[in-house]
């Protein structure tokens, strides 16, 4: 016992270490500096560690597994069935945990009913419960769980469960203190007829609903509509006649401040319904096939007070200038905007420089219509822009350039699969503007070390013969994209192989040079 908690000690602190020197006359050798140390401040550097390293120390010594048990907040479980057996004294240990985690394959056999139960009376304390995969529990399982569990429950999520609506009209029902709720995946729902929806539409204090791969998402109607006091709403590749349920909805969401829509079903018509949502402050439509001009007019009419817009008009050509000119001309206090696929020109953004004076983040990606000229537009007319992103356009050498000499306030430069930008525009950039933080994908690059050498020797000569060095650096991407990784890997996996093969050819010529 003396030997392990002498070498846990070490780990904790530098000044243990002094504990492994030949001790002096009246001193102990096994003496255990940690026992100095309060269970707040122990319960602080646990709070430090990793996942493995956590589960590690608590096992050094009695004193340190209940310290680390006690101050345990967020535990994640495997939620397999013989896991059952275990459950009560894991519960009995970590009793204050308020965030858990059950996540189980769906080709095993999960947690079932019974243990659910159980943690609903084992964790008094748990605020966040997260179930994935588990198949085993059922409606009347998750009706047990929200009669008996913690009144201070505030978010739960599930995915690729085996309860329906029923079982989620119980959560919320029972559970007054929900704010969060997120459903994904929930295959029992496909077989659930319309009139189980009505039974949702009960009185909660949701203020987050997240609906993500739902092949019957028009369920939630009902709900949507019964919480008055919800703020954020994501819809995510969920089934449904969007359009209507947002007509049925609108009038109730008075507080919604944030809507996320992708890859759903709504036009026009569902648009203008949203416009009745006048506290909207966040706004992002990817992949709606059937919004328009007139849509987006209207929301921007309505929702007066949008500070973030991000538009993926999925190369349609069914948002352009007249959109954007709406945006502009009701959404003054626009800060962000984000414009994928979206058939923007010089004339439209002229009309958001014009009008929306505090515009501090803009993305245009994904369009063949933004070009040289649309960044002469940015770079003389967006004096508060300070991150801009640019990716997959056809722009030159040339907009680079006019970004150096225009935007003063800008501080990050993105450049994404732009072909036709060379790598000494980027260098030449970077030593005119030291303080901007600029980024280059590899699959823009087209330039070569003469270009980057000529563009260095091009400041320098007018830098009085004071040598400057070129430095890059990371920045957070405005828009992501999945490509981006599969392209890395594929040019590292290139350069590898390239470079076997040069050693092998040059190892190959030295030998036969030496024979």
Same mark, same amino acid.
Request: glycine content about 8%.
């Given at each position: 016992?003396?030997?392990?908690?002498?070498?846990?000690?070490?780990?904790?602190?530098?000044?243990?270490?002094?504990?492994?020197?030949?001790?002096?006359e009246?001193?102990?050798t096994?003496?255990?500096?940690?026992?100095?140390?309060?269970?707040?401040?122990?319960?602080?550097?646990?709070?430090?560690?990793?996942?493995?390293?956590?589960?590690?120390?608590?096992?050094?010594c009695?004193?340190?597994?209940?310290?680390?048990?006690?101050?345990?907040?967020?535990?994640?479980?495997?939620?397999?069935?013989?896991?059952?057996?275990?459950l009560?004294?894991?519960?009995?240990?970590?009793?204050?945990?308020s965030?858990?985690?059950?996540?189980?394959?769906?080709?095993?056999?999960?947690?079932?009913?019974?243990?659910?139960?159980?943690?609903?009376?084992?964790?008094?304390?748990?605020k966040?419960?997260?179930?994935?995969?588990?198949?085993?529990?059922?409606?009347?399982?998750?009706?047990?769980?929200?009669?008996?569990?913690?009144?201070?429950?505030?978010?739960?999520?599930?995915?690729?469960?085996?309860?329906?609506?029923?079982?989620l009209?119980?959560?919320?029902?029972n559970?007054?203190?929900?704010?969060?709720?997120?459903?994904?995946?929930?295959?029992?729902?496909?077989?659930?007829?319309?009139?189980?929806?009505?039974?949702m539409e009960?009185?909660?204090g949701?203020?987050?609903?997240?609906?993500?791969?739902?092949?019957?998402?028009?369920?939630?109607s009902?709900?949507?509509r019964?919480?008055?006091?919800?703020?954020?709403?994501?819809?995510?590749?969920?089934?449904?006649?969007?359009?209507?349920?947002?007509?049925?909805?609108a009038?109730?969401?008075?507080?919604?401040?944030?809507l996320?829509?992708?890859?759903?079903?709504?036009?026009?018509?569902?648009?203008?319904a949203?416009?009745?949502?006048?506290?909207?402050?966040?706004?992002?439509?990817?992949?709606?096939?059937?919004?328009?001009?007139?849509g987006?007019?209207?929301?921007?009419?309505? !929702?007066?007070? &949008?500070?973030? =817009?991000? $538009?993926? @008009?999925?190369?349609?050509?069914r948002? /352009?200038? #007249?959109? *954007? %000119?709406?945006?502009?001309?009701? !959404?003054?206090? &626009?800060?962000? =905007?984000l $414009?994928? @696929?979206?058939?923007?020109?010089?004339? /439209?953004? #002229?009309? *958001? %420089?014009e009008?929306?004076?505090?515009?501090e983040?803009?993305?245009?990606?994904?369009?063949?219509?933004?070009?040289?000229?649309?960044?002469?537009?940015?770079a003389?007319?967006?004096?508060?822009l300070r991150?801009?992103?640019?990716?997959?356009c056809?722009?030159?050498?040339?907009?680079?350039e006019?970004?150096g000499?225009?935007?003063?306030?800008?501080?990050?430069?993105?450049?994404?699969?732009?072909?036709?930008?060379?790598?000494?525009?980027?260098c030449?950039?970077?030593l005119?503007?030291?303080?901007?933080?600029?980024?280059?994908?590899?699959?823009?690059?087209?330039?070569?070390?003469?270009?980057?050498?000529a563009?260095?020797?091009?400041?320098?000569?007018?830098?009085?013969?004071?040598?400057?060095?070129?430095?890059?650096?990371?920045?957070h991407?405005?828009?992501?994209?999945k490509?981006?990784?599969?392209?890395?890997?594929?040019?590292?996996?290139?350069?590898?192989?390239?470079?076997?093969k040069?050693?092998?050819?040059?190892?190959?010529?030295?030998?036969?040079?030496?024979?």
């Amino acid at each position: 016992m003396g030997q392990a908690s002498s070498s846990s000690c070490s780990s904790v602190s530098p000044s243990c270490s002094a504990t492994t020197h030949p001790a002096t006359e009246g001193e102990s050798t096994n003496a255990d500096l940690t026992l100095l140390l309060p269970d707040e401040c122990l319960a602080t550097i646990f709070s430090k560690l990793g996942c493995e390293d956590r589960n590690a120390s608590s096992l050094a010594c009695r004193r340190w597994k209940a310290v680390e048990s006690k101050c345990r907040q967020r535990l994640i479980l495997r939620a397999r069935s013989d896991l059952s057996p275990f459950l009560p004294h894991l519960l009995l240990r970590f009793e204050n945990v308020s965030i858990l985690a059950l996540k189980c394959s769906r080709k095993l056999i999960s947690l079932d009913d019974r243990a659910l139960a159980r943690i609903a009376s084992g964790l008094p304390r748990l605020k966040k419960l997260k179930l994935k995969g588990c198949v085993e529990i059922t409606d009347d399982g998750l009706r047990s769980f929200s009669l008996s569990c913690s009144p201070s429950l505030k978010k739960f999520s599930c995915g690729s469960c085996g309860f329906g609506v029923r079982g989620l009209n119980w959560i919320v029902s029972n559970c007054k203190g929900l704010e969060d709720l997120s459903v994904k995946r929930l295959r029992k729902l496909d077989l659930q007829p319309q009139s189980h929806a009505a039974t949702m539409e009960v009185e909660n204090g949701l203020q987050r609903l997240c609906l993500k791969d739902l092949h019957n998402g028009q369920l939630f109607s009902p709900l949507i509509r019964s919480s008055k006091r919800l703020r954020t709403l994501i819809v995510c590749r969920s089934a449904g006649d969007w359009d209507r349920i947002f007509e049925e909805t609108a009038d109730a969401l008075t507080e919604l401040t944030e809507l996320q829509i992708d890859n759903v079903q709504l036009g026009d018509w569902g648009l203008s319904a949203v416009s009745k949502c006048r506290s909207l402050e966040v706004l992002f439509i990817s992949r709606a096939t059937d919004c328009t001009d007139a849509g987006i007019s209207a929301v921007a009419n309505g !929702c007066r007070k &949008l500070r973030k =817009i991000h $538009l993926d @008009g999925c190369k349609f050509n069914r948002i /352009g200038d #007249n959109g *954007l %000119a709406s945006i502009a001309a009701k !959404c003054l206090d &626009l800060q962000e =905007i984000l $414009l994928m @696929g979206v058939a923007v020109s010089a004339a /439209g953004l #002229n009309s *958001l %420089a014009e009008n929306c004076r505090n515009l501090e983040r803009m993305a245009l990606c994904n369009t063949d219509s933004v070009g040289d000229a649309e960044m002469l537009c940015v770079a003389e007319k967006f004096g508060a822009l300070r991150k801009l992103c640019v990716k997959n356009c056809p722009i030159t050498d040339s907009g680079i350039e006019v970004i150096g000499w225009g935007c003063p306030n800008l501080i990050k430069l993105k450049v994404k699969r732009c072909r036709s930008v060379t790598k000494a525009s980027i260098c030449w950039l970077k030593l005119h503007r030291r303080g901007l933080v600029v980024s280059m994908d590899a699959g823009s690059m087209t330039g070569g070390r003469e270009e980057e050498a000529a563009a260095q020797e091009g400041v320098d000569g007018g830098g009085h013969g004071r040598s400057r060095r070129v430095t890059s650096s990371a920045t957070h991407l405005v828009c992501g994209s999945k490509g981006t990784m599969v392209l890395r890997s594929k040019l590292s996996s290139a350069a590898s192989v390239l470079l076997v093969k040069r050693g092998s050819g040059s190892s190959s010529t030295s030998h036969t040079a030496h024979r």
